[in-house]
């Protein structure tokens, strides 16, 4: 006999390196936190952008024509949606796939904020998508005069885009879920 040890690893250390190894990717989940703080970085610089924009909107109101009032408005409207959309990113990416966040001490955050699933939270970026673009068609015809018939075509176009895929995608995740029920 020699004093050389067993080559093939027991069973045990095999499957304390799978457990190692299942731990790091597990634990490597907090690496997108880092992703989630930028983007509420990006929040700040959303705010000083609606800020701005508001300061303008005031400054020029009263010179300003109904239809350049509604523009301002649906610019405002437009910074508020995307805002939400980057808080909706934050705390259902957060949630679903960094850790969960415990509401109990908050009676007063909204009770989406841990009940939104993967599925949910596309439904709800694309929702965010689709008003945002429907913004951006709406102030183009509000300055239809300045659009080429093109620029025009692409904007539609590309909502249309936006709208097509948001309903195929709510179509897709509800057949799937009522295949998972066993409906039909």
């Known amino acids: 006999m020699t004093d050389q040890p067993d080559p093939t690893p027991s069973p045990s250390s095999a499957k304390r390196?799978?457990?190692?190894?299942?731990t790091l990717l597990f634990n490597s989940r907090w690496?997108?936190?880092?992703?989630?703080?930028?983007?509420?970085?990006?929040?700040v610089v959303l705010l000083y952008k609606f800020v701005m924009l508001l300061y303008e909107f005031i400054v020029h109101a009263t010179l300003a024509k109904e239809s350049d009032i509604i523009l301002g408005v649906l610019s405002l409207i437009d910074v508020s949606?995307?805002?939400?959309?980057?808080?909706?990113?934050?705390?259902?990416g957060y949630e679903n796939f960094v850790s969960r966040i415990d509401p109990g001490n908050h009676p007063d955050w909204p009770e989406w904020m841990t009940k939104v699933d993967f599925a949910g939270l596309k439904q709800k970026l694309l929702a965010s998508i689709v008003a945002i673009s429907a913004i951006q068609v709406l102030k183009a015809f509000m300055n239809i005069d300045s659009y080429d018939q093109t620029?025009?075509?692409w904007l539609v176009g590309?909502?249309?885009v936006f709208v097509v895929s948001t309903l195929i995608m709510a179509l897709s995740d509800r057949w799937g879920h009522s295949d998972d029920k066993g409906g039909h």
């Open 81 to 92: 949606l995307t805002g939400n959309l980057v808080l909706i990113v934050v705390f259902s």
């Open 17 to 22: 390196v799978e457990r190692g190894f299942e």
């Open 31 to 43: 690496l997108m936190a880092p992703f989630y703080f930028g983007l509420v970085i990006s929040l």
């Open 151 to 153: 620029k025009l075509a």
């Open 158 to 160: 590309i909502h249309l």
